[in-house]
Each structure stands twice: as structure tokens, then as C-alpha cells.
């Protein structure tokens, strides 16, 4: 009888000893997690990148590891250890493969590497999960312009379109577009629309100005040099452009006039001196 009461007190200390050991992991798998979320508040990255590899380390099934190997992965990146974090949201990807977030942020980390294959197969994956998923459809178009899939290009910045009409980068990689394939009015008619939209956008002036220059509109395109400059008073770029412009249409004295302004606002003799030879 004795024997068996002892086993018995034996068994209920072997399993209160079993759940008091238990609940002490969890709590320090947890603390140790709080911590390193702490640490990257702090902006202490280091110290953080040890305490989620430590909590990983502590318990390899834990459900909540997904999203501690993102972490990982997140905080190695503004560490500078790119294929480190790769690594990271690969392992967060293994837990969790259907997740677009991972997804996006190892694309874009693809991306920043030059893994321009790797990162179009992950934006691909984002797209066929969420079809109008606005930062996958503006990567991917980006990465199809680099390819010149131009009318892949073109359908991804449709479809963000579509969604937002407004969208400054798609309407931008649009004008890119139009001007390749020569739909000079459908450029500008965009153009038009972002200038509406931002009407203090110095880039978007000169941008419709070069498309003007293109057809040889020279006047339209001094005029929106001319809002651009008011913009940007010492803008370098302007006076060359007005310049180019300026010797197109045989006007030597005003082109020279131009450049010596960008001279005078700082752009270098080397990059001047061919274009005061002709204006001779």
C-alpha cells in the first residue's frame, strides 16, 4: 500500500513538475520574443536579430515562428545582411507559403539584390492570390520594362488603374510607355492629369516639355520650361533644356544666353562646352 502511495505522489510531482516546466518555457519563450520586439522599437537591431534567433531556438514548433523569422528577416535587411534575410523569410515562407506580405517583402528584397527572376516569380505568386494587389501589379510592370515586355507592362498598370485612377506611378510608367511607342497625345493627356493633380511638380513640367520637344512643339514646351523654372529658379536642368531647344530652332544668341545660365548656377564646363561650340 505504501509503495503504491509513493508511486502515486511520485506521478503527481513528475506531472505538476512536467506543466510548472512547460509554463515556465512558454512564458520564457514569450518574454524573450516581447524583448527582442522591444529592442527593435529601440531601434537596438543587433540585440534584437539574437533574441528572435534565441526564441527560434527555444522552441522550433511554435506556431509563432512565421511571423518571428519575417521579423528576423526584417530586421537583418536594415542590418545589411541581405542574404541573411532572405533566408529568414524563406523559413517564414516554408511555415506559411500563401502569405503575401512575406511574399512582398522578400520580392522587394529580391529586388534591391538584383534577383530580378527571383523577385518577378514572388510578385507572380502575390497576384495569383490577390489579382488587385497594387504593389505586386506596380513591381511586376517595372520589372516587365526592364525586360521591354512592354505590353505586359501595360496590363499590370491598367489593372492598378482600374483601381486608382490617380496612381502616380502607374501613370508615369504609362507616359513611359506612350512616348516608346509614340502615342505622344495619350503621354500628355497623362501628363496632363498629374500636373492637375500636383500642380507644383517641377519634374512633371519638364517631362511634358521633353515630350513637346519630341514633336517639335517648341513653343508648348518653352512654356512649360518656363513654369517649371518659376518653380525652380536654379534648377540647371531647365536652362540646358532650354538651350537644346533654343538651337533647334536656330536661335544661337538665346541658347547661348541658356547655358551660360546653367554655367552660372553650377553645371560643369565639360558638360557645356560643346553646346556654347555650336552656338558659334
Known amino acids: 500500500m505504501n509503495r503504491t502511495i509513493s508511486y502515486v505522489r511520485f506521478c503527481i510531482i513528475l506531472f505538476s513538475l512536467f506543466l510548472f516546466g512547460g509554463r515556465l518555457f512558454a512564458q520564457s519563450y514569450n518574454e524573450v520574443v516581447e524583448e527582442a520586439m522591444a529592442c527593435v522599437k529601440k531601434d537596438s537591431l543587433a540585440q534584437a536579430e539574437a533574441l528572435f534567433q534565441e526564441a527560434l531556438k527555444m522552441d522550433p514548433s511554435n506556431a509563432r515562428n512565421a511571423l518571428l523569422f519575417s521579423n528576423l528577416g526584417t530586421v537583418q535587411k536594415r542590418l545589411g545582411k541581405a542574404d541573411e534575410a532572405i533566408q529568414s523569410y524563406t523559413m517564414a515562407l516554408n511555415i506559411i507559403p500563401y502569405s503575401t506580405s512575406m511574399l512582398l517583402n522578400r520580392a522587394a528584397l529580391y529586388l534591391e539584390e538584383n534577383l530580378t527572376d527571383k523577385a518577378y516569380v514572388d510578385y507572380c505568386n502575390v497576384i495569383d492570390l490577390l489579382p488587385e494587389n497594387i504593389e505586386a501589379r506596380l513591381f511586376r510592370a517595372y520589372i516587365y520594362m526592364q525586360k521591354r515586355q512592354y505590353q505586359e507592362a501595360r496590363i499590370d498598370y491598367n489593372v492598378v488603374l482600374d483601381k486608382d485612377a490617380k496612381n502616380r506611378t502607374a501613370l508615369l510608367g504609362m507616359v513611359v510607355l506612350d ?19 500636383t500642380p507644383d511638380d517641377v519634374a512633371l513640367y519638364k517631362m511634358r516639355a521633353n515630350l513637346e520637344w519630341e514633336q517639335q512643339h517648341w513653343d508648348m514646351a518653352m512654356l512649360d520650361l518656363e513654369k517649371a523654372m518659376k518653380l525652380a529658379p536654379r534648377d540647371v536642368e531647365i536652362r540646358l533644356m532650354r538651350g537644346d531647344i533654343y538651337l533647334e530652332m536656330n536661335r544661337k544668341e538665346k541658347a547661348k544666353e541658356a547655358y551660360e545660365e546653367a554655367v552660372a548656377l553650377g553645371a560643369s564646363q565639360a558638360e557645356v562646352h560643346l553646346r556654347l561650340e555650336k552656338c558659334r
Request: charged share 25%; hydrophobic share 35%.
Open 179 to 197: 512616348e516608346k511607342e509614340g502615342r505622344y497625345i495619350s503621354a500628355i493627356n497623362r501628363l496632363n492629369l498629374l500636373i492637375q493633380n
